[in-house]
């Protein structure tokens, strides 16, 4: 068969087999793999991309590789062009090697000069690679899996260390763990929801379950309400008690709509662990501070493992901020990564979306990733939050007090001073914020929490023994409210 009367989706596949050879998987992953084919034939390929970004990347950094692939794999030389989903933007690039050649530049602000305006169409898709998700329903599918949520590219820290092992335990043996059911609690943007899909994407990928139930709690919700209304329980109960393993985000939402829901789910989950399944739930906190959470239901999400996830140290967002950035194949400075690190001290969600913000700055204006972009996106974004009370903004505090770095003021060293500006630092993040005794020796180079504790105990007898030292302590106090918490 001729390459023109191929399928086009089947002539991209072919070509993406070519690419993943040739790029690392993370870019792969990220730039390839959401493509969609449009149009594909000897005169045209239109390639349908998520995102202005998206299309400007790969046409400034790979468009020559599509070129070479095409050529090698089909014999063809087409016009190269990107259409962004969702709109009618378009960036067409002539078959030469350099860029666009008689095109109408768009006069958009925000939008590169490649990317100019067409008629609004409507390109053929394929459906991309996704995780199987067994036991749906064209009338009430689950809700997909999002395959870029895998454990691979997932940052391990110390604050979601054993949340990943937990997970990823389950994962390899769902339901024959003590780990059943799995319940992973913490704050927003903290990772619950990827380690959550993780476990389904890697059971899926691994043969190991058939049917994979991922479901937000609203979801869940509304199945239920809907087969209430149309009379079709047993339906419901078929889907949801026929899965493998069920995992449900946000399940705090799912106690909003009274006892009927709770009854519902509570026979749901006594189904599935009596005959063995797995069972993961993600929430914003404990189960035994569950408002409205019926005392069986508490007692049945303690039967297994409850963990939380924890907001990540500096050293794990920096870490983070270099992964994104190399999943994007943009080698990131480090100066920019550890200022982003200290601009976002909690959320991993908002760690990304300023990475995404000056990734997509810097390409629009054709500028390098520097420190100075970094704050001008910073700036965009609101007020610093490293200006809000925290354990960060306490360390910072004490370390210029005394004249040391944050390195140094959290390093192993035992020197007097600096051991004493330490101590005082722990004693203030006890006695001035809610963190647990555990969350705070994590910030302090991943010490136990019994040094926060010895610490804690040095400062109080110092101060009873000292009065001058006492007032400067209280000194200090009064300065970091003022500073950091004027309402406190």
């Known amino acids: 068969m001729a390459p023109d009367s191929q399928d086009p989706h089947e002539l991209w596949a072919q070509c993406l087999l070519a690419i993943e050879r040739r790029v690392r998987p993370q870019s792969f992953a990220n730039w390839f793999r959401p493509t969609q084919i449009a149009r594909f034939d000897g005169d045209m390929l239109v390639i349908q991309v998520p995102s202005i970004v998206s299309a400007d990347w790969l046409e400034k950094h790979y468009l020559s590789l599509i070129r070479d692939v095409v050529a090698e794999e089909t014999t063809l030389t087409p016009k190269v062009s990107f259409t962004i989903e969702g709109t009618s933007l378009k960036v067409e690039r002539a078959p030469g090697n350099g860029g666009a050649e008689g095109q109408e530049q768009a006069n958009q602000p925000g939008v590169p000069a490649s990317v100019q305006f067409s008629a609004p169409t409507k390109p053929e898709t394929v459906p991309l690679p996704t995780a199987f998700n067994a036991g749906q329903t064209e009338e009430q599918p689950f809700s997909a899996l999002n395959v870029s949520y895998t454990f691979d590219g997932f940052i391990v820290g110390e604050g979601n260390r054993f949340a990943h092992a937990a997970a990823m335990a389950v994962a390899k043996s769902p339901g024959k763990t003590q780990f059943n059911p799995l319940f992973i609690f913490g704050g927003v943007g903290l990772g619950k929801t990827h380690l959550l899909q993780a476990i389904g994407n890697y059971a899926c990928a691994h043969n190991l379950a058939q049917r994979v139930a991922y479901v937000p709690s609203e979801k869940f919700m509304s199945d239920f309400i809907e087969s209430l209304k149309n009379r079709s329980s047993a339906d419901f109960q078929r889907r949801y008690r026929s899965a493998d393993i069920l995992l449900i985000d946000d399940i705090q939402f799912l106690f909003l709509r009274g006892e009927h829901t709770q009854t519902e789910f509570f026979h749901t989950f006594n189904a599935l662990h009596q005959n063995g399944k797995q069972i993961v739930m993600t929430c914003d906190s404990p189960p035994e501070k569950l408002e409205g959470l019926e005392e069986r239901l508490l007692s049945r999400f303690q039967w297994g493992l409850v963990t939380p996830i924890e907001p990540p140290d500096l050293e794990t967002r920096i870490a983070i901020l270099h992964q994104k950035a190399e999943i994007n194949g ?94 005082i630092a722990m004693f203030l993040a006890k006695r001035l914020t809610p963190h647990p005794l555990k969350m705070i020796g994590l910030h302090f180079g991943n010490r136990d929490h019994s040094t926060v504790v010895h610490a804690v105990q040095t400062i109080e007898k110092k101060c009873k023994k000292d009065p001058t030292f006492a007032r400067m302590i209280e000194d200090f106090t009064s300065a970091i409210k003022q500073k950091y918490a004027p309402s406190f």
Do not use: W
């Open 330 to 423: 943009i080698p990131l400075p480090n100066d920019v990564a550890a200022f982003l690190g200290s601009y976002i001290s909690s959320n991993v969600r908002e760690l990304e979306g300023a990475l995404i913000h000056l990734m997509a700055y810097c390409s629009v204006h054709n500028t390098e990733l520097t420190v100075e972009a970094a704050k001008h996106i910073a700036r965009e974004r609101g007020p610093d939050p490293t200006t809000e009370l925290s354990i960060e903004s306490i360390q910072r505090y004490v370390a210029n007090h005394f004249d040391l770095t944050l390195d140094t003021l959290i390093s192993k060293t035992r020197k007097q001073d600096v051991a004493t500006a330490r101590h």
